[in-house]
């Protein structure tokens, strides 16, 4: 057992303690248990995609529904209310995550993600579908800052950047079937009508509790348990992992870096947080910020009013725009996967920058083409394509900042506060706007709204550029020093 009891002080019995878990975890090479665990907390962000494609391939189904009888504006208003309920479920279940652990919160979102997903195929008014839309927002809010400290937290250091933006781009392989199960249950020969959109939304539920099945083997982060006074329990965890190794013969190289000292606590003050955040690492909040910020006006924007474009500009039936969604899904899965090693070779702070810049040049350029009716259907699906492959990485990247650059007692909660605010910012401003563009029918207003979309993710880029850290092969606690570690006498 490598983790010590230092010594007891004072009235409350301070413990403080050593541990070299941190340095055990980042050496392991790369296995099945790697695999299987980014398999099933990942796969949070194809059910992210699923909701968000469903919401804009269902849109012509939704207006002509007997029950919701939806506007351009209420779809748009329906995207703006998942995206509140995740703004409000990532800070509260990020708060919690923090201070009960990161395994009882991913049960728990994601139960409540099933019922409300459930629940939305059963709308019988439009108040009644933004409830279950608000519900269902709340649950992957949720998710996302509970399991994207546990992985971050689990992967080896080397290895962080790929498997992070390669996990986020999973949600266009949630994307694509949320496309697919959109045409197949809206088609009038096979369901349609009424029905086959409250079957898509089942969809979600059905997968979720295999989700749920999945992770049943998870254990509780080691790390998160080290800052939490329970070092003998993480010591357990990393000890029954290292055993798999050397049980199948594999080598675990040596240890390189040197303990951590930690004083023992059971949470972290709200004003430590605070101060964390917005006084020790005010321009690594800065930066966060304004990625998610760029990030989510750009593809909530987009995204949630894609259909709308297709139907009203192109006369793409209802029926037929989820063919539309599996190219475009594509190239923003490509992205991440075939850039995401990149991120950690070349670096966080030139690839970061660079995708951003790229994504906000080129969509600005489309968004004048498309202005201008120079481009038909096909070649607006290719030019979302190619903008999306560099957008994907750049969106990916933005929740690998600030998961990596803050310390541990706070991962889940900066996550949170960071997709808060720049979700609300982003994500809740851009749908409304863009479905009230395109409700005016024209261009020109609508090329508005891209070139805000470019403007913000071209400062993002350059704020990056500037004030981005360096996390690449790095230890967690090396990028951000833990609140409760002890300087060295």
Known sequence: MTTQALQQTGAAQERLYSTDIPARLDRLPWTRFHTLLVLALGITWLLDGLEVTLAGSVAGALKASPALHLSNTDIGLAGATYIAGAVLGALFFGWLTDRLGRRRLFFITLFLYIGATAATAFSWNLWSFLLFRFLTGAGIGGEY?????????????????????????????????????AVVLLDPIVVGGDLGWRLCFGIGAVLGLLIMLMRLWIPESPRWL??????????????????????????????????????AR???????????????????????????????????????????VLTDFYGVPAAKVGWYILPFALGNFCGPLLLGRLFDVVGRRIMISSTYLVSGVLLAVSGYLFQQELIDVTQQTIAWMVIFFFASAAASSAY??????????????????????????????????????????????????????????????????????????????????????????
């Open 266 to 308: 059971d949470h972290t003050p709200l004003r430590e947080v605070f101060h964390s955040l917005f006084v020790e690492h005010r321009r690594r909040a800065l930066v966060g910020l304004t990625l998610l910020t760029a990030q989510a006006f750009f593809y909530n924007a987009i995204f949630f009013t894609y259909a709308l």
């Open 400 to 489: 690998l900042t600030v998961a990596e650059t803050f310390p541990l007692e706070i991962r889940a909660l900066a996550i949170a506060v960071f997709y808060a605010f720049g979700t609300g910012l982003g994500g809740l401003i851009g749908p409304t706007l863009f479905g009230a563009l395109i409700e005016s029918g024209e261009r020109s207003n609508v090329l508005c709204g891209y070139l805000i979309g470019a403007a913000l993710m071209i400062i993002a880029g350059l704020t990056q550029a500037i004030w981005g850290v360096a996390a690449e092969r790095r230890s967690l606690e090396h990028v951000a020093r833990p609140l409760s570690q002890i300087s060295e006498p």
């Open 226 to 263: 080290m800052i939490h006074n329970q070092p003998a329990h993480a010591e357990r965890i990393v000890a029954g992992i290292e055993r798999h190794y050397h049980a199948r013969g594999i080598a675990i190289p040596p240890l390189q870096a040197p303990p951590l000292r930690l004083r």
């Open 145 to 181: 800052t509970a399991i994207n400290s546990t992985i971050q937290e689990f992967t080896p250091a080397r290895y962080r950047g790929w498997v992070d933006l390669t996990i986020n781009g999973t949600f266009w392989i949630g994307a694509a079937l949320g496309a697919l199960g």
